[in-house]
């Protein structure tokens, strides 16, 4: 792990284009909407128990 870390301060490129990629990821797992669809299907799961 310590290389692939040395490897992305080394690279800025890559380095920037991990974050861009990682910055996505949290976009679409964490937005409202993402969030508004995991508490309906919650709700959902609830009401047919």
Not at 34 to 39: D, E, W
């Given at each position: 792990m310590a290389e692939h870390?040395?490897?992305l301060l080394?690279?800025?490129a890559k380095a920037t284009a991990f974050g861009n990629g990682g910055?996505?990821?949290v976009r679409e797992k964490f937005s409202n909407n993402?969030?508004?669809?995991?508490?309906i299907r919650l709700y959902n799961s609830l009401l047919e128990k």
């Open positions: 870390l040395i490897e080394n690279d800025d910055r996505e990821i993402a969030q508004l669809r995991n508490t």
